[in-house]
């Protein structure tokens, strides 16, 4: 069993900068990727940053050059640094860990709620 615990939401006004962090545990393959969706009303799950255990990271497009993605590979444990925060990054942040054979098994966080407003 994985679970993933997820910290760092909450309010922020525009062009204002917050952490998340996600720590996984339990059995997780030593290769791995672990990552950040986001879902704001009405839309659907969007992949924001995603990270190999080799830590090479993946943006979307929205978040390029304003999000940095990181991970502590000894501690299972990966972050999202988002800076230059705007009103549309207002969602629930969710943990994302693909594991197992070809990366084909996900697990998920409960979900964070960011959101960016004056």
């Known amino acids: 069993q994985v679970q993933l615990v997820e910290s760092g939401g909450g309010l922020v006004q525009p062009g204002g900068s917050l952490r998340l962090s996600c720590a996984a545990s339990?059995?997780?393959?030593?290769?791995?990727?672990m990552g950040w969706y986001r879902q704001a009303p009405g839309k659907q799950r969007e992949l924001v940053a995603i990270?190999?255990?080799?830590?090479?990271?993946n943006y979307a497009d929205s978040v390029k050059g304003r999000f940095t993605i990181s991970r502590d590979n000894a501690k299972n444990t990966v972050y999202l640094q988002m800076n230059s925060l705007k009103r549309e990054d207002t969602a629930v942040y969710y943990c994302?860990?693909?594991?197992?054979?070809?990366?084909?098994?996900?697990?998920w966080g409960q979900g964070t709620q960011v959101t960016v407003s004056s």
């Open positions: 994302n860990l693909k594991t197992g054979w070809g990366l084909a098994t996900d697990y």
């Open positions: 339990g059995s997780i393959f030593t290769l791995n990727a």
């Open positions: 990270i190999t255990t080799g830590g090479t990271p």
